[in-house]
């Protein structure tokens, strides 16, 4: 079975520091690998995707990803926070091979709140 | 282009009640979903669809309906609503025959059940 892993709730960070949101997944096969964020009362906005090629993946706003097949994480990071990065960020899976019925959709983690401090 | 909408944005419904969540998408995306969001709980998947006239359970299907009877359209039903009923509810969208196969997610509609 295909499951995501945050392992923090919150995550504080003060501003101009780097930062990092973990995640780590596991699939049967290989994997598609996503990250989320949700600014409050909005719905998720799409940051970044791992597909295949290079470990390090960039995306919007400054954000970056690595993935690393041997330790199956796809950590969240970003060179240097900003306030306005507050908000909740969500890791995202799918198994490659796998792609009708319910292997479709994507499987989520319970999401990491991410507070940056001035 | 509109993208994923959802209507309404917020409701609030009495226990026993029915109603019907609307989702609405614009780039001919075979693949829709509708999941909810609770507190520490991230999203969890309702009811999904493959394609037009084809929909499955997800995770938590039980006390919702839905229908695809056009691609760009996936309207969840609330049969009876419950307080357990509460949440902030996301349609979603994606192409994976396409090669899109990050989700769109709509603005979210809001419900509370009293």
């Known amino acids: 079975a295909q499951s995501v892993a945050q392992p923090e709730d919150q995550v504080n960070v003060a501003e101009g520091n780097p930062l990092t949101v973990k995640c780590t997944y596991s699939?049967?096969?290989?994997?598609?690998l996503f990250w989320y964020v949700q600014y409050p009362n909005r719905g998720l906005q799409f940051l970044l995707k791992y597909i295949t090629g290079d470990n390090l993946v960039k995306g919007s706003y400054g954000f970056e990803a690595e993935f690393n097949k041997s330790q199956t994480s796809f950590h969240l990071k970003k060179p240097s926070a900003l306030v306005s990065d507050s908000a909740l960020y969500f890791c995202?899976?799918?198994?490659?091979?796998?792609?009708?019925?319910?292997?479709?959709?994507?499987?989520f983690g319970k999401g990491t709140k991410l507070s940056v401090k001035p | 282009n509109a993208g994923v909408t959802q209507t309404p944005k917020f409701q609030v419904l009495k226990t026993g009640q029915s109603m019907t969540l609307q989702c609405a998408q614009d780039m001919n995306h075979e693949y829709m979903s509708w999941y909810r969001q609770d507190p520490g709980m991230g999203l969890r998947l309702i009811h999904y669809s493959v394609g037009a006239g084809i929909t499955d359970q997800g995770e938590v299907p039980n006390g919702y309906n839905v229908s695809r009877s056009t691609t760009e359209d996936f309207p969840l039903r609330l049969l009876s609503a419950a307080p357990s009923q509460t949440s902030v509810y996301f349609c979603?969208?994606?192409?994976?025959?396409?090669?899109?196969?990050?989700?769109?997610f709509g603005p979210g509609t809001r419900l509370t059940v009293t």
């Open positions: 995202a899976v799918r198994d490659r091979w796998n792609y009708g019925g319910s292997q479709g959709n994507l499987i």
């Open positions: 699939v049967s096969g290989n994997p598609y």
């Open positions: 979603a969208s994606s192409s994976p025959g396409t090669g899109s196969l990050e989700q769109y």
